[in-house]
């Protein structure tokens, strides 16, 4: 990396450390955050610099839209073989979810909301005709192996601003029925027969739905009444 500034490449080692451990690439505000950077344009001075090089892949007009060209750093002996995502099998998926050359069909399902709950009406993938694709650097590797179990949900509220989730946002759910404190979820609410994303805490019988904006209150619920539908694993960003 000797064409690499120091800068550079602590965010380099920052993205490829992040993207392992979370299956997902990091913000650019992440990114500043981590190498103390408080400019974005200096963060996004330094990547147009990497997407020169060919180290990483960037779609500027979602969130989260980097990628690492892992061939790449693994023939430049940055990252070893045992780094390299395994490639994408063309094919379709059990639930309908296609991945073709390493892109992958995920089934937008309905609104969710992010500030007071909203009823959802279920759909299955089968029938619904709204698709997403996205390739496996935005999904992650883990993800992407697992795809079946993923789905879309359109974001509709302002209460997970602080987590870059925003009006209009499409969040990729993986599907499960269990959670971290701490974890981006949807869940359904027995009772108020509505669904939300929020942060998970269970605390006692109750569950707290924590949302990210001081605008709005936690949501604390008898935990027997609520079901976890998934984790957030990514957010898309449709820029206008």
Do not use: C
């Not at 990396?1 to 992040?18: A, C, G, V, Y």
């Not at 390493?102 to 759909?123: C, S, T, W």
């Amino acid at each position: 990396m000797d064409n690499l500034s120091e800068r550079q490449q602590k965010i380099l080692k920052f993205i490829i450390e992040f993207y392992r451990k979370q299956e997902f690439p990091p913000t650019i505000r992440e990114i500043g955050k981590q190498v103390g950077i408080s400019s974005t344009s200096v963060v996004n001075y330094n990547l147009a610099r990497l997407e020169e090089l060919e180290l990483i892949i960037r779609r500027r007009e979602v969130s989260r839209g980097l990628s690492l060209n892992w061939q790449r750093l693994a023939e430049l002996n940055i990252v070893d073989e045992s780094y390299l995502n395994p490639a994408a099998i063309p094919g379709t998926h059990a639930n309908g979810n296609s991945a073709t050359g390493g892109q992958y069909r995920i089934p937008v399902l309905g609104p969710i909301a992010a500030g007071e709950p909203i009823a959802v009406e279920a759909r299955e993938p089968a029938t619904t005709d709204d698709w997403i694709v996205l390739t496996e650097g935005l999904l992650g590797s883990a993800n992407a192996r697992a795809v079946d179990e993923l789905f879309a949900l359109r974001v509709q509220g302002d209460s997970m601003i602080d987590a870059s989730v925003l009006d209009g946002d499409i969040v990729i759910i993986r599907r499960q029925q269990v959670a971290t404190d701490g974890e981006m979820v949807a869940v359904w609410i027995e009772g108020d027969e509505e669904t939300t994303l929020k942060y998970w805490r269970l605390e006692g019988e109750n569950v707290h739905l924590t949302p990210a904006n001081p605008n709005y209150n936690p949501i604390i619920r008898p935990a027997s009444t609520v079901s976890i539908k998934g984790r957030v694993v990514s957010v898309i960003r449709h820029l206008n």
